[in-house]
């Protein structure tokens, strides 16, 4: 198993994580699929489109931002971090993808990358890249 | 790995895959899981309901058009498309699924069957379909 | 393949089972990843953050019922049971979650812990529970 680790931003941010996973997963042999999993709570992975002008990174932080509005009555505030929402939206995306391998390379479509989904930064995260057979 | 291609005839809609999932899956000898995997950027796979009258379908694609509102002030809009929300409602669903099999089938529930789950339609799509051991 | 079974006590209700996932886990060898499957339609499985006092699981609930609202215009009626919008809920969590293992342990981070997730409790659910190579 392999460890990334990345600097996020922004409190909401989709931040393209693709070419890392491909540097953590060098030269998978015959495995079959690689697992994303994101070790947090806030936090998450998806599969989406990246574009050189970020625009549909944006409309993701924006619309998850909506989805689950902060003004709703939660319950969970501490001291140190006023975060409730963020759990929620972490919940909404996957603590985990697995891609099929293709002579060694994730099957991506032609318009995916791979996403890490960050709704309580500015943080740094941890992402673990492995193999399944 | 095998590969599905299917038509779907809507702009969002929720089709059943899961007799065509199990013919690509055929004979998988002792492998362990089957994992479906959706390689576009506007569409996804669930599992959820199948029904004769497609109420559950039905009412899933209304639902994710409510969940995330045409009218937001999304960015990405391009000449050859008008489609800023299906990145949204697709990445609420997932690119993976992964099913444990018995004895060669999928561990399906009693009311489960395998949904694609188009946010971008009409279009001609591809499901990746492998196991894993 | 393992399999748990629980009861929920609640229409909507985020229980925790890292503990019976353990258990039924055992000791998995040098499997790579453990798969965590619900068979269920108006239920599915997320990581997320237990508390002694529940309030990330109470606000996940909280979340859930407003995100997809009763009100909505649902077909999916039947004369045994009025729950249509436990589908959609159910369909924006997992039906299938996969940790990969390290030392024979799921590689969970600090703050996270397996939940269940019950959108048309109080009922007797099942959770299967196998590995991966």
């Known amino acids: 198993m392999r460890e990334l680790t990345l600097e996020t931003t922004r409190r909401t941010e989709f931040v393209e994580i693709t070419e890392q996973v491909l540097e953590a997963l060098g030269d998978p042999g015959d495995a079959a699929a690689v697992l994303i999993y994101v070790p947090h709570v806030t936090a998450g992975v998806v ?29 969970h505030f501490e001291d140190h971090e006023q975060n409730p929402w963020s ?47």
């Open 47 to 75: 599969v989406q489109e990246p574009r050189d002008d970020d625009t549909v990174a944006a409309d993701l932080a924006m619309a998850f931002d909506r989805i689950v509005d902060d003004g709703w009555p939660f319950t």
């Open 87 to 133: 759990h929620i939206r972490a919940a909404l995306t996957n603590s985990s993808v697995v891609i099929p391998l293709v002579d060694g390379k994730p099957a991506l479509g032609t318009w995916q990358g791979i996403f890490f989904c960050e709704f309580d930064g500015p943080r740094t995260r941890r992402v673990l890249v492995s193999t399944l057979r």
